[in-house]
């Protein structure tokens, strides 16, 4: 089993940043895959952006294209989502996942494990 918990998230005025962090814990967090998802309430849960489990390979929203990026430090067991340019529309309850599939992927029912999310709320 693979714990997971979000932190970085808060109140940020329109163009600005936060960086959100995803501490793992439990077994071999370069064994998975990972993924950045985020859900406003009364919505289904969106896909934000994925990295494979060496961080070669991205997969990005084409919503966040450009604006954020995913990273991870396999060595510290910790992935991250860079956010840029932030704008009302990116608020939200962002969610980091662990998947044991090879391939990244945008579909939340590829997913193992998941954390407890952290808000993100972006003002005009």
């Known amino acids: 089993q693979v714990q997971l918990v979000e932190s970085g998230g808060g109140l940020v005025q329109a163009g600005g940043s936060l960086r959100l962090s995803c501490a793992a814990s439990?077994?071999?967090?370069?064994?998975?895959?990972m993924g950045w998802f985020r859900q406003v309430i009364g919505k289904e849960r969106e896909f934000v952006a994925a990295?494979?489990?060496?961080?070669?390979?991205?997969y990005y929203a084409d919503s966040v294209k450009g604006r954020f990026t995913i990273f991870r430090d396999n060595a510290k067991n910790t992935a991250f989502l860079r956010m840029n340019s932030l704008k009302p529309e990116d608020t939200a309850v962002y969610y980091c996942?662990?998947?044991?599939?090879?391939?990244?992927?945008?579909?939340?029912?590829?997913?193992?494990?998941w954390g407890q999310g952290t808000q993100v709320t972006v003002s005009s």
């Open positions: 996942a662990v998947s044991s599939m090879w391939d990244v992927s945008g579909k939340p029912d590829d997913y193992d494990y």
């Open positions: 439990g077994r071999t967090f370069s064994r998975y895959a």
């Open positions: 990295i494979s489990r060496s961080g070669d390979t991205t």
